[in-house]
């Protein structure tokens, strides 16, 4: 079983519709989450970084972290085709020993928005 | 702000040669750097964490002779595939943070084939 499970779509959505996106994962010390999106040939693009429990709002952006039940999302209101990339979810411990801070990703989730 | 570029973004170049790639924090200073290979379709896979004046620290599998890294400064890291084989044929990517703690900043990338 992988640490992090995110299903990888394709997921295709009509431009206006909210996107939600999910990962799950099984290690209890993951303390802090990330959204990144990457474009085609490019490198990821940090949207969202959380701490513990909670949500936390960036314009069309909402993340959301649920540690009891080892599940964060990352929702896109009003969805445009220039958010058309794939969404990587990310997470890590407390930095600390000799784990510098390293991130676990998920496989990542094709996204489209189409006119 | 947290702008981390990479150079080059791309490299054609024969067997056997070696290759380096740039990595530079421009608006920040990395005390933590971090190389990942990226194959087509799949997620990150992290090679090895490089800390300010010190050695890096290789994944498991990552062989440390064949990918030399130094980080000589607080806003350079450098990456050289020695002997450069098909098989190394990747996308390379950086990130750095300003702190094991902060989260990391990608650059865009490097493109390496190997014919």
């Known amino acids: 079983q992988k640490e992090v499970e995110q299903d990888p779509g394709p997921l295709s959505v009509p431009e206006g519709a909210i996107v939600s996106l999910n990962c799950t994962y099984s290690?209890?010390?993951?303390?802090?989450f990330m959204w990144y999106r990457q474009y085609s040939r490019k490198g990821p693009e940090l949207l969202m970084y959380t701490y513990s429990s909670g949500n936390k709002e960036d314009g069309r952006f909402t993340a959301q972290v649920d540690k009891s039940s080892k599940y964060i999302s990352l929702f896109i209101r009003d969805s445009q085709p220039s958010d058309s990339a794939t969404y990587l979810c990310a997470m890590r411990a407390n930095a600390g020993g000799t784990s510098y801070g390293k991130l676990t990703f998920g496989q990542g989730t094709i996204l489209t928005v189409h006119p | 702000g947290a702008v981390v570029s990479q150079h080059p973004s791309r490299v054609i170049c024969k067997s056997g040669t070696s290759v380096k790639i740039e990595c530079r924090s421009l608006d920040f200073q990395a005390t933590t750097m971090f190389w990942y290979r990226q194959f087509p379709k799949q997620s990150l896979m992290l090679m090895a964490t490089s800390n300010e004046g010190s050695k890096a620290t290789y994944e498991q599998g990552v062989e440390k002779d064949k990918f030399l890294i130094n980080h000589a400064s607080l806003t350079l890291s450098t990456l050289t595939v020695t002997s450069a084989h098909p098989e190394d044929s990747s996308f390379y990517i950086c990130s750095a943070s300003q702190t094991f703690n902060q989260p990391q900043h990608f650059g865009d990338g490097t493109r390496l084939s190997i014919l």
């Open positions: 290690n209890s010390a993951f303390q802090y």
